[in-house]
C-alpha cells in the first residue's frame, strides 16, 4: 500500500467515486483532494460534473459514466492505471411503499443502488488487486432497518449491505478490504421528494417529521459522511473489511 502520512493520510491514493457529482459523492471527492488524493470523479450527470470540479485543480479528473453501462464502465477504466480505493456513492431514491412503487420502478432502484455498486466493483477489481486498495460502498441506514414507503430502496441498500460482506470474504485474498458506510438522513437533492412526501407536499414539514428520528436531533451532513468514508479509505483503516459502519446520527441504536 501506498505509505500514509499524518497531514495527508491518502497521499498518493487514486481514488475512483461515483456519483461524484453532488451530495455524499462530492464531499467524498473534496475531502479525499484534501487529504492528498487523486480523485477519479464519475457520474452520469454531464453539467452537474463539470459545475462539481470547480475548484478542485488537478487533483481530480472527471468521466461521463452510468453505473448501469457495463460497457461505459468499462471504457472509464481503460483509461486508469492502478487505482487504491474505489467509492459506491452513485445512487437513486425511489420512494413508495408496495402498492405505489411499479414494478420498473422497483427494479431502476435495484439496477442503480445494488447492480451499480457490483459492476462498478466488478471492473475495479483487477486495479485494485495491482495496488492492494480499499472499497467503501454507500448503503443507508435504510439498508439496517425497515422504514415506510422507501420498500425498493431498503431492497437494494440492504442488498448493499449483505454484498459487502460478501465481498469482503472474496477479496480479503487479494489484500483488498471492503466496508459499507450507512448513513442516516443527509440533507441532498436525493432525499427532497421523499421528505416532501413525508410532509404531506411540504418539504419542511417532512423534516421537522424526520430529525426526532435522530438521538443527536438533527439531520446529517455530506462532510461527516465523506469523515468516515476518508477513514475507511486510508491504512488507518488497514483492519478493518467486512464492517457495516452507521453513520446516523443514533438512529438505528435506538
Ligand atoms: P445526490 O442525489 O446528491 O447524489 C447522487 C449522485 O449520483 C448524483 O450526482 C447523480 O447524478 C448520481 N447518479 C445517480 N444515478 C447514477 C447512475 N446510474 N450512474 C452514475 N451516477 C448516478 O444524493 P446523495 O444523498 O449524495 O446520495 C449519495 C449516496 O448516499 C446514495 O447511494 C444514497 O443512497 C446514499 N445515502 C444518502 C442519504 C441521504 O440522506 N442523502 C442517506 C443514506 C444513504
Not at 27 to 48: E, F, I, P, W
Not at 125 to 143: D, E, K, P, W
Amino acid at each position: 500500500m501506498v505509505a500514509d502520512d499524518q497531514n495527508e493520510p491518502l497521499g498518493g491514493h487514486t481514488i475512483v467515486v461515483t456519483g461524484a457529482a453532488s451530495g455524499i459523492g462530492l464531499a467524498v471527492t473534496r475531502r479525499c483532494v484534501a487529504q492528498g488524493a487523486h480523485v477519479v470523479m464519475l457520474d452520469r450527470d454531464d453539467s452537474q460534473l463539470d459545475a462539481a470540479t470547480a475548484g478542485l485543480g488537478e487533483s481530480t479528473s472527471t468521466a461521463v459514466v452510468d453505473v448501469t453501462d457495463e460497457a461505459g464502465i468499462a471504457t472509464a477504466f481503460e483509461a486508469l492505471g492502478a487505482v487504491t480505493g474505489l467509492v459506491n456513492c452513485a445512487g437513486i431514491m425511489t420512494p413508495g411503499d408496495v402498492t405505489t412503487v411499479t414494478p420498473a420502478g422497483f427494479a431502476r432502484c435495484l439496477e442503480v443502488n445494488l447492480t451499480g455498486t457490483f459492476l462498478m466493483t466488478r471492473a475495479a477489481v483487477t486495479h485494485l488487486r495491482a495496488a492492494g486498495g480499499s472499497i467503501v460502498n454507500i448503503a443507508s441506514v435504510a439498508g439496517l432497518v425497515g422504514i415506510a414507503n422507501a420498500v425498493a430502496y431498503c431492497a437494494a441498500k440492504g442488498g448493499v449491505v449483505g454484498m459487502t460482506r460478501a465481498l469482503s470474504a472474496d477479496l480479503a485474498p487479494s489484500g483488498i478490504r471492503v466496508n459499507a458506510v450507512c448513513p442516516g438522513t443527509v440533507r441532498t437533492p436525493l432525499i427532497d421528494e421523499a421528505m416532501r412526501q413525508r410532509g404531506g407536499g411540504d418539504l419542511d414539514a417532512g423534516i421537522a417529521a424526520t430529525v426526532p428520528k435522530y438521538p443527536l436531533g438533527r439531520l446529517g451532513t455530506p462532510d461527516e459522511i465523506a469523515a468516515v468514508v476518508a477513514f475507511l479509505l486510508s491504512d488507518d483503516a488497514a483492519f478493518m473489511t467486512g464492517a457495516i459502519i452507521a453513520a446516523d446520527g443514533g438512529m438505528t441504536s435506538v
